[in-house]
């Protein structure tokens, strides 16, 4: 919201004031936006590892691993990118549904919903003269943008973008998903699996310790469970491909 005059009227700020300033919605926006790509590089990364040390487990063919990678990679990405943008798809129609619903109170109650606004503002600790004097002033700017951002907590010209959060999704779990792709493949038969474990614990030490800093929790604590869940799984998937190649082989 643009500096108050002591007057209560809103004060002019130059066009290059701050511009380069990050400020609390860009800033918070990013951090989402990261944290969603270091959960989705997880994802590719425990996905893919299970899945191929499984496999290695039940074979020591390059090209079966190869293939079986490959697909897991695909599938898992596809479907992480397809789940996003359902999921972002039923977030944004219902932002555009409250904004629908606010500008027709707009149009119907105008002088309600500026009382309304007032006592937000007084909410957040404003006199209730200076309150009504802001709702007034943004009103008069923009009603819609005052109410969204106010009560709804959007910018209108801003809404979440599903096409965005899909790419995001799917290039974040193909990146995680490579790392143990490439390892299992990279290395002998007698190596695979546990240099494969070797870099995914690493890989997996890594993402906990982002996200967990980035949502403002323990870094250890998350990235110690990050790894643990990442072993059983390549452990339990290994059992499985060992014991089908018991079965089968």
């Not at 027709?104 to 004097?133: F, H, I, N, V, W």
């Not at 007034?136 to 965005?164: F, I, M, V």
């Not at 490439?182 to 038969?189: C, D, N, Q, R, Y």
């Not at 695979?192 to 474990?197: D, G, K, L, Y």
Request: hydrophobic share 45%.
């Amino acid at each position: 919201m643009p500096p108050l005059r002591c007057d209560g009227a809103v004060a002019e700020v130059p066009q290059d004031f701050h511009d380069d300033e990050p400020h609390r919605d860009d800033v918070s926006g990013r951090l989402n936006w990261l944290r969603a790509g270091v959960l989705g590089a997880n994802d590719g990364i425990v996905s893919t590892a299970g899945l191929v040390v499984g496999v290695a487990g039940a074979t020591t063919e390059h090209t079966t691993i190869l293939f079986a990678g490959l697909a897991g990679l695909v599938a898992g990405a596809l479907s992480m990118a397809g789940g996003e943008y359902v999921s972002v798809s039923t977030q944004r129609d219902t932002e555009r549904a409250l904004l629908r619903l606010e500008r027709q109170e707009l149009s119907t109650m105008p002088e309600e919903e500026e009382r309304e606004l007032a006592q937000l503002y007084e909410a957040k600790g404003l006199s209730p003269r200076l309150a009504a004097d802001v709702a007034r002033e943004l009103t008069e700017r923009d009603a819609l943008r005052a109410h969204a951002e106010a009560e709804l907590g959007l910018d209108p010209d801003r809404l979440t973008s599903p096409w965005q959060a899909a790419w995001a999704s799917m290039v974040s779990f193909t990146a995680g998903a490579l790392l143990p792709l490439l390892a299992i493949l990279l290395f002998p038969p007698a190596a695979r699996v546990p240099a494969t474990a070797a870099a995914v614990a690493a890989a997996l030490a890594v993402t906990g310790w982002v996200s967990a800093r980035l949502g403002g929790a323990p870094p250890l604590r998350a990235a110690a469970r990050n790894v643990g869940v990442g072993t059983l799984t390549m452990l339990v998937t290994y059992v499985v491909g060992l014991a089908s190649k018991t079965t089968f082989g």
